[in-house]
């Protein structure tokens, strides 16, 4: 099966500062698929990537891919207390199944 | 091997028909949820339990029950399915709200 492993595992930081979210996979990455999840709430989609080298930016959130490293990073810029919550990735392995991250928990203090 | 197992992986239901979703998970994680995925839509959060004997609601519960007995299981009860309901169906679990998830490998419910 296709293991995802995130880094950190969780992240505190001051308001303003930039952070970077990493997401490896054991497996080639067909599609790689960026959440994030506040409590109680359903994860809220933010972005896919599906070729090696890919970026995608969504306001102050950029994604991008390294398909051949296996690995996606998801970095923030000048974070905010509404960045706060936690960040999974997801994979596709085009056998109709998906795998996810263990997720990594942001605090952004104000 | 220590995880969140699922049962079915796959499944037919006729408009009307009741079943219910299997999720199990050997941890000792007092975190559950089900949520559901959509194409273009990503995952939605069904029912979520926070321990055994306690569940609520999230953001799409019409048309589902959960009950958490035991804090090992965590089932997904589908009332009356109706063809809204086709979907890919993902149970996790988590030792807090604040700690990784692990997720089982899904349910891919069609409703005909």
């Known amino acids: 099966s296709q293991e995802l492993e995130q880094s950190p595992q969780s992240l505190i930081v001051q308001e303003g500062k930039n952070l970077t979210i990493n997401c490896t996979s054991s497996?080639?990455?067909?599609?790689l698929y960026w959440y994030k999840q506040k409590y109680g709430e359903g994860l809220i989609f933010l972005m896919m990537?599906?070729?090696?080298?890919e970026e995608k930016s969504h306001e102050k959130i950029t994604a991008k891919l390294d398909e051949k490293k296996q690995q996606s990073s998801l970095h923030i810029t000048a974070s905010q207390p509404s960045h706060a919550g936690i960040y999974l990735c997801?994979?596709?392995?085009?056998?109709?199944?998906?795998?996810f991250g263990t997720g990594t928990s942001l605090t952004v203090i104000p | 091997n220590a995880g969140v197992t699922q049962t079915p992986k796959f499944q037919v239901l006729k408009t009307g028909q009741s079943m219910t979703l299997q999720c199990a998970q050997d941890?000792?994680?007092?975190?559950m949820s089900w949520y559901r995925q959509d194409p273009g839509m990503g995952l939605r959060l069904i029912h979520y339990?926070?321990?055994?004997?306690?569940?609520d609601q999230g953001e799409v519960p019409n048309g589902y029950n959960v009950s958490r007995s035991t804090t090992e299981d965590f089932p997904l009860r589908l009332l009356s399915a109706a063809p809204s309901q086709t979907s890919v169906y993902f149970c996790?679990?988590?030792?807090?709200?604040?700690?990784?998830?692990?997720f089982g490998s899904g349910t891919r419910l069609t409703v005909v």
């Open positions: 996790a679990s988590s030792y807090s709200i604040t700690y990784g998830y692990t």
């Open positions: 497996k080639t990455l067909y599609g």
């Open positions: 990537l599906q070729k090696g080298g």
């Open positions: 997801g994979a596709d392995d085009t056998g109709n199944q998906f795998y």
């Open positions: 941890m000792n994680h007092e975190y």
């Open positions: 339990s926070v321990g055994a004997g306690i569940t």
